[in-house]
């Protein structure tokens, strides 16, 4: 069993910023890869941001320059620090864990944490 709990989220102003934070339990081995994902009310849900295990990082192209993934790999916990924040950033926000299994990579995925950008 495999669990992701997030936490972070929040009402920001534009232009402020917040920092999600991720942290993975239970059977975790294999880490491949950490990342992020977004739903907005009433869309899909979108890829934002990932880090491997070699600390490669990865952005869709609305966050880059304005949000960071990082990861701490001891504490099994993702970080995503996002700045300059708009009001298309609101959603609920996802973080996953890719792990090496017998049968191939398998995502876990957390609840969610919602982030509300507005004045």
């Known amino acids: 069993q495999v669990q992701l709990v997030e936490s972070g989220g929040g009402l920001a102003q534009p232009g402020g910023s917040l920092t999600l934070s991720c942290v993975a339990s239970?059977?975790?081995?294999?880490?491949?890869?950490m990342r992020w994902y977004r739903q907005a009310p009433g869309q899909q849900r979108d890829f934002v941001a990932a880090?491997?295990?070699?600390?490669?990082?990865n952005y869709r192209d609305s966050v880059k320059g304005r949000f960071t993934i990082s990861r701490d790999n001891a504490k099994n916990t993702s970080y995503l620090q996002m700045n300059s924040l708009k009001p298309e950033d609101t959603a609920v926000y996802y973080c996953?864990?890719?792990?090496?299994?017998?049968?191939?990579?398998?995502?876990?995925w957390g609840k969610g944490t919602l982030v509300t950008v507005s004045s």
């Open positions: 996953t864990v890719v792990l090496g299994t017998g049968s191939g990579p398998r995502e876990f």
């Open positions: 239970g059977s975790i081995s294999s880490i491949i890869a």
């Open positions: 880090i491997s295990a070699g600390g490669v990082t």
